[in-house]
């Protein structure tokens, strides 16, 4: 009796050692985004997991500039980062083509125990959602209606539309431009296609930026004494459009295609801003800026980074997964509290595509617009 005694303390004392070294053990949460080129956001939001949990436990990395032409590099990081026994997680923003490759890669190799969670996608919601355990990003399709909105409060006359094929063909930015075209065609707004280069392309992204400095100009000459909206579906290309129309007096800016108070306004600016840090001391550093060019009222962003929030949200509910407070690989409860915590405001829906398919681990995440003028000391 003393022995069986002996025998199952022992094994009680075994049993907490190991989930004491699960809890403390070289756990890892690998976080894979752009170069602070394409994605200075992302890159910064991935440092400041690094500052927060360690680097023994957050492993970085980023996929190349030019993704496009570079897809297996990509694919071959995430396998790295898979070959690794102590990842128990991939978190990936912006998840560029080469993501469901390198996911799948990941589970033929037989790590069905990694958390796979993808933000900001760019390939098609049922491909996505397929091969990853979650995935979030921006409400691209609702934001039709509120850059609409906020282009109705201004009066706005012609709405630029800048993109190329290869955004073009994505589902969700799609279905953002068949919401802006409908809104315009309601509210008397006369929409403009302009296809700019691709910045993935061979010219690169100097080619797209100073494509836009010299369109807008010409835009805004061809549609004298009109009040003319300009948006760009690309990341890189946001510092030039912002600057181009800094100083046209009828120019108008609803919003970065990824909105955030630090999407590409510390540089047109020059501001020297924390990345993620006091969202609305930004907010009030970018009002004070604009007001000396006389552009407060002509400019919109959302009032918090969500790209950065998506990977710090990723991150902290893989450490929940791994910690085994999370039991789900997609609880949907607990993401959109963790979210609505983080972001006063949001709005969190599952995806639901043209045909009426629902995807229950695709998450879209929506804000207001912000009044610049709402943040004049």
Same mark, same amino acid.
């Given at each position: 009796?003393?022995? #069986? %005694? !002996? $025998? +199952? /303390? &022992?094994? #009680? %004392? !075994? $049993? +907490? /050692? &190991? ?144 993109s190329f094929p290869r955004h ?63 948006f760009t579906t690309n990341c ?106 983080k972001v006063d405001g949001a ?31």
């Open positions: 009796m003393k022995k #069986l %005694l !002996c $025998l +199952a /303390l &022992a094994m #009680l %004392l !075994c $049993l +907490a /050692l &190991a989930a004491g070294a699960a809890a403390e053990g070289n756990w890892k949460i690998a976080v894979l985004t752009g170069t602070v080129t394409q994605g200075e956001e992302e890159f910064r939001a991935a440092e400041r997991a690094v500052a927060t949990y360690g680097a023994e436990h957050i492993v970085t990395a980023t996929y190349p500039d030019n993704f496009m032409s570079e897809m297996e590099t990509t694919v071959s990081q995430i396998v790295s980062f898979a070959s690794d026994p102590d990842v128990k997680a991939i978190v990936m923003c912006q998840a560029v083509p080469g993501a469901k490759a390198g996911f799948d890669k990941v589970r033929e190799m037989g790590r069905d125990d990694i958390l796979l969670i993808a933000g900001t996608p760019q390939e098609d919601p049922a491909v996505i959602s397929a091969a990853a355990d979650i995935v979030m990003y921006a409400d691209e399709v609702a934001q039709g209606d509120t850059i609409m909105e906020k282009c109705a409060e201004w009066g706005i006359d012609v709405f630029i539309h800048y073009m063909a994505m589902e969700l930015i799609v279905g953002r431009h068949e919401l802006l075209q409908a809104n315009a065609d309601a509210l008397g707004i006369e929409l403009v296609d302009v296809t700019a280069p691709d910045p993935t392309a061979e010219a690169g992204l100097s080619a797209s930026q100073q494509f836009i400095l010299e369109d807008v100009p010409q835009q805004m000459e061809k549609y004298a004494g009109k009040k003319v909206a300009f890189g290309m946001q510092p030039s459009l912002q600057a181009a129309i800094l100083d046209q007096p009828n120019a108008y800016y609803p919003q970065p295609c990824c909105p955030s108070p630090y999407h590409a306004f510390p540089a047109t600016l020059g501001l020297e801003l924390e990345i993620g840090g006091d969202d609305e001391d930004a907010l009030r550093q970018i009002a004070a800026k604009l007001a000396e060019h006389d552009a407060v009222g002509r400019y919109s962003t959302w009032p918090s980074p969500v790209a950065m929030t998506i990977i710090e949200i990723g991150v902290e509910y893989a450490k929940g997964y791994i910690d085994g407070e999370i039991t789900e690989r997609n609880d949907g409860e607990k993401l959109a509290a963790m979210l609505n915590e709005k969190v829906a599952n995806y639901t595509n043209a045909e009426g398919t629902t995807f229950d681990n695709y998450y879209t995440v929506l804000l207001a617009p912000v009044d610049f003028n709402d943040y004049l000391e």
